[in-house]
């Protein structure tokens, strides 16, 4: 008898725990903002579509990547038909900002990106006109 | 099964408390070492494996060893070995387990370690290492638990694992065969690259491997009265003995090979070892210790010949392990390695750090060791 | 039909090994080569004895470093280094003085050999590092590397550094046109090979004011480099290894 109430009182702290994510935001009467992205200033199209780009970047980024580190390939024919040279910083941040584009929507899904600025480096061009 | 290991005396539970405090210690020393990098460890360009790496070559000997009574139970019918064959197999999985777990907190991204998997090499020593681990760790769970749990359920051990015992035994050599390939198919080394340190390799690990099971058994003797018996622990010794002493021999031939032909790259890293270089002489005292257990040990187990008493015997193989812990450990990597390629000779100490993520590593293998004991002893004794 | 318990774990767990098996064969690297025309191989000469490391200089390094964005670790002992200086009997350490003595006490720049048959590339687990197959450079992927420092083990030259703590900080001022390393992977001199893919000379030859290093295709038979190497008595580091160094010092 005594088991019962700690038993049910266990689960009912555990469910609170548990679905903490979904009532939290709505107790604090905040609500979460979709990220405004800020687009580059002069560049009119992406390297590919932008619907391929949201659902698969990160498998452009790595092929790209593969590509000029491995097979020594550092300038790549996108579907647009342009050429670009496959650089992180010198291409992709030439565009993006980092801190305005990649990190707003990566902050906010929670989706962390693997290490990419442990090594590379903001484009002079973006953080020169950022000053 | 797991039951047997949820139950015991209070000292059981001090000895479990004691080892989880020392693995919280050594996680919290891993924490430091992924947020700040390998430099909170006393390893530098020239040192560039030490204490982790140290570790996981003296311990893939102790893993290696269980052939050495596998081998005799099933292949020679040795009953005798009866019941210690589930000991050496049990001890193998904890062992062969702090060796990845002290490759794993070697690494500078350990994040990346599926890269090996990821991508292939046939043609590094490395890759075929992490296969081999894994493999035999894979073949000695098996067969421990299949046997342990046939065992508690009273029915005779299924055939399918035998072709698993016998593989495990060639593979145990292997392990330890490419363990030492990794060291001894580099130019660079000329310390390590001699033909003899596989055999050296495996030697050193049929003498320290038991030495550590015969250890094991009288504690469990002692704490549980699990007794194997006397035949069994007598042949443990002379196994132990003989492999200790061809060991030394082979030291004893590499000594000569780099004094004799007196060239500089293979005397000097004896000349380090042994004498001191350059003013570094940091391991010259453990080496001579080595020395000493190991000569100490080998009088007391020659002297004796057949009988001896358990604390005569004790601290034997507490010396030959220390022995081999030391000159098969931190001997043979630092010694590797110094004097570098171009001849300077670093000093190497591990840090605190270090050697609390190393004590965590033991402290993780004595706890597997305790659990899978102490589950063997409740089932052998329930049945 | 009924399927036991024991059938279905055993399905499930063949299944499994398939998918991972799979996924371990098809992720084996076949390293390509791309475009093997001429067979190119960089090479690079040393005149070691016009450099002038002892008054001062430390244009080659410091070039390296600047555009590598190497960094500078204050504590010695696990520094990071791409091309430094030794002494050339630090080197070549089992001469007698006897038989060069005007060049015992002379400093000579060390960098990666890139080797014909690398120890390094050899021993390493990931393919993290190669031979490119196309003109000789060793190459490092920083993405792939698992910091396991075999590679370092193996290099009887003592060529590689690895980075023990982040570098970031302990670069003055990075160069946005490379990228800076991570903590916990290996490096090494590349022979500048993001400046070779443009059509310039790596920056430490570019940069040495006194013209001491001379770089090209050791087998374009018309190169400065095989010229001079045809006029000038050479020897290498450690030959009898059989690495097959690409760095030849000049006597």
Redesign the interface.
Known sequence: MRERILIFGGVAIFLVLFTYPVWHAKAASTQAQPPKLQLPADAKECVAPISSMRAAHMQLLIDWRENAVRNGVRRVHATNGKSYDASLTRTCLGCHSRAEFCDKCHGYSGVSAPSCWQCHNESKLISGRAQ | MIENALVGSRKYWLWISALLVLIAIGMLFYMRQLT????V?G????V??GLYISQFTFFVGVAASAVMVVLPYYLHDYKQFGKITILGELLAVAAVTMCMLF?FV?????A??M???????P?????WD?ISLNGYLLLNGVVAFTTLSAERKGVATPHWVKPFIYLSIPWAVSIHTVTAF?YS?????PFWMTAVLAPRFLASAFASGPALLILLILVLRRTTGYDPGAAALGKLKTIMTYAATISVFFVLMELFTAFYSGI?EHREHFEFLYIGLDGQTGLVPWMWVSVILMVAALAMLYSSRVRMGNQALAVSCVCIFISLWIEKGMGLIVG??VP?????V?KYQPTMPEWGIVIGIWAIGTLMVTVFYKITVGVRSAS | MTITRKQFLMFAAASLAGVAGAKVVSGAEVVREIGKKEGKRWAMAVDFQKCRWDQGCTQCSAACNRTHNVPDIPNKAQEVKWIWKEKYQTVFRQESELVNPTLTGHPLSLLCNHCSKPACTKVCPTGATWKREEDGVVMMDWHRCIGCRYCMAACPYGSRSFNFVDPRPYVANINPEFPTRTRGVVEKCNFCEERLAKGQIPACVENCSERALTFGDQNDANSDIRRLLASRYAIQRQPELGTGPAVYYLI
């Open positions: 700040y990098g390998l430099g460890t390893l530098s360009r020239d560039t494996w490759i070697d690494m500078g991204q350990p990346r370690v890269n090996v998997l990821l991508h292939p090499t043609h590094s020593m490395m890759f992490m990794l198919g580099l130019a660079a080394r500089p590797g390695l570098s390629a171009l001849g300077s670093a």
